[in-house]
Structures are given as structure tokens and as C-alpha cells.
T-cell receptor, first 123, second 110 residues
Framework: QVQLVQSGSELKEPGASVKVSCKASGYTFTAFALNWLRQAPGQGLEWMGWINPNTGNPTYAQGFTGRVVLSLDTSVSTAYLQISSLKAEDTAVYYCTRDAFSSCSKTNCFDYWGQGTLITVSS | QSVLTQAPSASGTPGQRVTISCSRSSSNIGSIPVTWYQQVPGTAPKLLIYNNNQRPSGVPDRFSGSKSGTSASLAISGLQSEDEADYFC???????????FGGGTKLTVL
């Protein structure tokens, strides 16, 4: 079965960096784009960007250029989200999710999600 | 900037039909496909509806999506206690090159 398993929660100080992993299994890793979203406590969902698993080319949402880096290692079917210069407002649950374009009538939709990784930024 | 507006809360009793709406501020939703996600607190979102009105395998037909003008709607019939969750609408906005999510509607089953 399809699974996206993310790394565990982290507590970071302001100014530090964090790298979250998302290991995929149960499907051909290169067949589906991987997206990253975040959800601040009590808030809605915010899209951060996506990465093409064939080319490794990332695309970032407007508010996430500069401090965010998306990458992947196809040899271990794993995508990564790295955030640098962390701020308190980066405290959120971060999700990786698969875009099932081909399964959603050629429209974009997120059909499988990781369990989420809580990143807490606090001194 | 494109914004999707949802009522913050909705409620219903078991067996009832409830509707959750999602309206777009900037213009007609028109031909933009709308997706809906269900999120039980403390868990990851789950895809409920894609392409306005299509259900992924495993989603009960009690859930249905529709769209008209500047709004999209999610209807839940035969409300059950396990439907208590947050519901988010979302669209891909080509003009922004960004996914836009509604703020979410918290559904309470009384």
C-alpha cells in the first residue's frame, strides 16, 4: 500500500535549520510529484512547493523562496524539506503529499499524505 | 490575490444533510477544479472530492461536491458522528502559480 512516512518532531531555536524527510513506498517514486504543505497551530493549510521526482527540479510557492529547499534522493525514495533561519512563525506541522494528477481526471489533487512533522521554533 | 472563503463552523445532527460552501473572492471559480479535504484533528488531511464532484475510491457516496458561479459546495448526507472534522476546499490558481486553500469549516455533529 502507498505510504509516506515522515521524520519525527523537532524543537529548534530561532535562526537554526531543520531538515524533514518523507519516505515513500508502495508506488513508483518517480511517477508522482511530491508537494509540501504546512499547518500552523489552529490554522489552515499553506502550500510550500513541489518537486519533480524525475528531474529533481523544485518549484516554490511565493512566500517560500529563499529559506526553503526541496530535494530528493530517488535511490531511497525519499523527499526532503529544509528550512533555514527558522523563526517562531515557522512553528507548524509540515506535511508531504503526493499529487495524483493521473488518478484525478488530469486535475491536481493530493491523494496520500505523510503523517505530518511538528516543527517547533522556540528559544 | 485569490481567496477562498469558508464559514468557520457548521453543525448538524446524525442523519441530517449539511452543506459547506467555499466562495472565491477575486472571480468566478468557473472552470477551475475544486478539491475538498477532510481533516480529523490531530491527523493528516484526507482527499474527499476532486475535480469538483468526483470521489476517490473508498469515500462514501454520502459526500458530494458541486460548483456554481463563484462558489463550490460540499454536501454530506446521512450525517454520522465520524464526520466531525475540519473541511477544506482548495484550488490551483494559475494566475498566482499557487495552491489556494479555504480557511476551513469545523463540522460538529450534535
Amino acid at each position: 500500500q502507498v505510504q509516506l512516512v515522515q521524520s519525527g518532531s523537532e524543537l529548534k531555536e530561532p535562526g537554526a535549520s531543520v531538515k524533514v524527510s518523507c519516505k515513500a513506498s508502495g508506488y513508483t517514486f518517480t511517477a508522482f510529484a511530491l508537494n509540501w504543505l504546512r499547518q500552523a497551530p489552529g490554522q489552515g493549510l499553506e502550500w510550500m512547493g513541489w518537486i519533480n521526482p524525475n528531474t529533481g527540479n523544485p518549484t516554490y510557492a511565493q512566500g517560500f523562496t529563499g529559506r526553503v529547499v526541496l530535494s530528493l534522493d530517488t535511490s531511497v525514495s525519499t523527499a526532503y524539506l529544509q528550512i533555514s533561519s527558522l523563526k517562531a512563525e515557522d512553528t507548524a506541522v509540515y506535511y508531504c503529499t503526493r499529487d495524483a494528477f493521473s488518478s484525478c481526471s488530469k486535475t491536481n489533487c493530493f491523494d496520500y499524505w505523510g503523517q505530518g512533522t511538528l516543527i517547533t521554533v522556540s528559544s | 490575490q485569490s481567496v477562498l472563503t469558508q464559514a468557520p463552523s457548521a453543525s448538524g445532527t446524525p442523519g441530517q444533510r449539511v452543506t459547506i460552501s467555499c466562495s472565491r473572492s477575486s472571480s468566478n471559480i468557473g472552470s477551475i477544479p475544486v478539491t475538498w479535504y477532510q481533516q480529523v484533528p490531530g491527523t493528516a488531511p484526507k482527499l474527499l472530492i476532486y475535480n469538483n464532484n468526483q470521489r476517490p475510491s473508498g469515500v462514501p457516496d454520502r459526500f458530494s461536491g458541486s460548483k456554481s458561479g463563484t462558489s463550490a459546495s460540499l454536501a454530506i448526507s446521512g450525517l454520522q458522528s465520524e464526520d466531525e472534522a475540519d473541511y477544506f476546499c482548495a484550488i490551483w490558481d494559475d494566475s498566482l502559480n499557487d495552491w489556494v486553500f479555504g480557511g476551513g469549516t469545523k463540522l460538529t455533529v450534535l
